[in-house]
């Protein structure tokens, strides 16, 4: 059996959020077997699930919330998560998003290796892919298709000399996500930002924090982590955003173009077709225990 995971304890820390550019606490805790990813805004009390359910907001980064509140910017703790295999976990946030560290989720990363991670007694599940999934619009387009394992191939096409037809293919049977996509951070454009900025958003961006092209180049003085940075850090978002279907996923992701919206858009797309996939609990190994184990468990 592959077993769901924990953390081990509870871990925090603090930093700033990148839209208010207030400072915000946030302690990660340990939670039972078949409960998911819980967010709570500690602050008000209020509970908010990590699934797609709770999607509100897909504009400049994911958020998820109820009729009461919200939380932004989970994408990146969720990819952290997801990377390292963390089924179940309670998130306390003390504001309206997560703070967005250094831009990657290569801090949450670190955070969860500090507290550690704890198997537990059930059985990891996971959404086998059964039939293609697609969603468009224009040349934006991405798609899950079943496959043996779990990667993510994408395609960075941008108006700029950096971003042009860039694309990267991760398979994570193979390639660890800590090394190869952990450590890529968030990235915008000198005119966008200034624009936000003006119209009260994105007010704790920073060179600290993303990359900023201008026309021609990257304006940080360091440089890129790696060659192909933005086009990993798409993938890491991916990773996040295809987390809110519940459960890891066993088969392919193909993303043109695409952001948090068209995610969100597919996810919801795979869960209104339970044709598509089917959930199974993930026995012997991570490739294709599951069809040799044959075990089958009905979509709650
Ligand atoms: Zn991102």
């Known amino acids: 059996m592959i077993a769901q995971r924990t953390l081990d304890h509870s871990i925090r820390c603090s930093g700033i959020g990148l839209h208010s550019g207030r400072k915000i606490q946030l302690i990660l805790h340990p939670s039972a077997e078949d409960t998911g990813i819980t967010f709570i805004r500690s602050d008000l009390g209020i509970k908010i699930p990590a699934t797609s ?11 998820i919330g109820n009729a009461e509140t919200s939380i932004s910017t989970v994408e990146h703790l969720l990819s952290a998560l997801a990377g390292l295999g963390v089924d179940n976990a309670r998130i306390e946030v003390s504001g309206p998003e997560v703070p967005i560290m250094d831009g990657s ?13 704890r198997e537990q007694g059930k059985a990891k599940k996971v959404m086998r892919m059964l039939k293609r999934v697609e969603v468009s619009d224009g040349d934006k387009r991405c798609a899950l298709y079943p496959a043996a394992g779990f990667k993510i191939g994408y395609l960075l096409d941008y108006d700029h000399p950096l971003l ?39 007010l704790g961006g920073s060179l ?23 086009v990993r850090h798409k993938i890491l978002d991916t990773l996040g955003d295809l987390s809110l279907a519940g459960m890891p ?21 795979l869960l209104a077709d339970p044709s598509s996939y089917r959930i199974e609990e993930l026995k012997l190994d991570h490739s294709e225990a599951a069809e040799v184990s044959g075990e089958q468990v009905q979509p709650a």
Do not use: W
């Not at 049977?173 to 968030?186: D, F, K, L, P, V």
């Not at 026309?215 to 440089?223: K, L, P, S």
């Open 164 to 202: 042009r037809n860039r694309r990267v293919e991760v398979d994570f049977s193979h390639q660890a996500y800590t090394r190869e996509i952990s450590r890529a951070r968030t990235f915008g454009f000198l005119h966008e930002i200034e624009a936000l900025q003006k119209a009260g958003l994105a």
């Open 105 to 117: 989720s290569a801090p949450f990363v670190f955070l969860i290796q500090c507290a550690g991670i």
């Open 208 to 230: 600290e924090n993303a990359i900023v092209l201008d026309t021609h180049r990257v304006v940080n003085e360091g440089g890129l982590r790696y060659e192909d940075e933005c």
């Open 53 to 63: 359910a709770h999607v509100t907001d897909t504009r400049l980064c994911t958020t």
């Open 249 to 269: 996923i066993v088969g392919a992701f193909e993303g043109e173009r695409t952001g948090h919206e068209m995610n969100h858009l597919l996810v919801e797309a």
